[in-house]
């Protein structure tokens, strides 16, 4: 994907100059190191006081980044309070934390950080691993089935959510399939992840299904299942726009790590790479709903 103007000024405020006159307030010192480094970029909406003394929320262009006062550093990136979210794991005197999806390890004095995984050696079992996973079905639930594309069985064994790209190939097999993996109970809970990025064909075709217009239809999710199976056939489909979740899939399937399509995420958050038949899949999910 290509550079937005705030990922190139985190880059040029390294670069800046002494910090500006101590006279100045914290948004206008902001505000100038800004325009010096990225003049395209619009005026922040927002600069207030961080829970960090001495650093800035900046909201640009819908972003939320950091910035000193005196405007010479940027930080890119999520601010965690690990104490509030913090709580102890099975190894006395080391807590954990999530952030997002993610998950961390600290001392319990906050001396010391750790980032790695937790194995139970007698069970050889990775704890971090199944930590992870409610992680990640934590953050898929934020975004809510009306958000999403579903396409549910008669009656529900098992959910899948599925990150999808309208041209890939291995999207369309699994897509073409559907009535199989319907047989084998299994709900699949479609998000858009439009590997060629934001603006791409792929993104356009994903926003032109979401916003799919049927006049004799009053059920909107139907509606998209149409259009999305129309597009993956590569039949022609009414270029609609309109608001749509699209981006946020897209951040989404970042922060869980996708580099390809189709990438599954079962009902307990283990991630699957790639295409799976629905028999495999469904003995698969099985195994992992006993354990």
């Keep these: 994907m290509k550079k937005t103007l705030l990922t190139v000024a985190a880059a040029a405020l390294l670069a800046l100059s002494p910090p500006l006159a101590a006279e100045e307030?914290?948004?206008?010192?902001?505000?100038?190191?800004?325009?010096?480094?990225?003049?395209?970029?619009?005026?922040?909406?927002?600069?207030?006081?961080?829970?960090?003394?001495?650093?800035?929320?900046?909201?640009?262009?819908?972003?939320v980044f950091y910035m000193t006062g005196d405007g010479k550093y940027l930080v890119q990136g999520k601010l965690t309070d690990v104490n509030a979210s913090k709580k102890p794991t099975v190894i006395p005197g080391i807590d954990e934390f999530m952030s997002g999806s993610k998950l961390y390890y600290v001392s319990s004095d906050g001396g010391y950080f750790i980032e790695g995984s937790v194995i139970d050696v007698n069970a050889n079992k990775d704890l971090t691993e199944a930590r992870l996973g409610e992680g990640r079905v934590a953050e898929l639930d934020k975004v809510g089935l009306n958000n999403m594309i579903v396409f549910k069985p008669k009656k529900t064994k098992h959910v899948v959510y599925v990150f999808t790209d309208i041209d890939c190939g291995y999207c369309r097999k699994l897509h073409s399939e559907m009535d199989q993996y319907l047989a084998a109970g299994i709900e699949i809970r479609y998000l858009f992840f439009p590997r060629a990025g934001l603006g791409s064909d792929s993104y356009k075709k994903a926003v032109a299904v979401w916003c799919a217009k049927d006049d004799k239809e009053k059920d909107k999710n139907k509606v998209r299942q149409e259009a999305l199976t129309k597009a993956k056939k590569g039949d022609s489909i009414g270029m609609e726009q309109c608001d749509s979740p699209v981006k946020d899939h897209m951040k989404l399937g970042e922060?869980?790590?996708?580099?390809?399509?189709?990438?599954?995420?079962?009902?307990?958050?283990?991630?699957?790479?790639?295409?799976?038949?629905?028999?495999?899949?469904?003995?698969?999910?099985?195994?992992?709903?006993?354990?």
Excluded: C, F, H, R
């Design 255 to 291: 922060e869980l790590g996708a580099s390809g399509t189709p990438m599954l995420v079962t009902e307990k958050g283990t991630i699957i790479p790639g295409y799976v038949n629905a028999i495999s899949l469904a003995e698969g999910m099985q195994k992992e709903s006993a354990k």
């Design 25 to 63: 307030s914290p948004g206008k010192a902001i505000e100038d190191a800004l325009k010096k480094v990225a003049p395209g970029l619009p005026a922040p909406s927002s600069i207030k006081p961080s829970k960090i003394d001495g650093l800035y929320e900046v909201v640009a262009q819908g972003k």
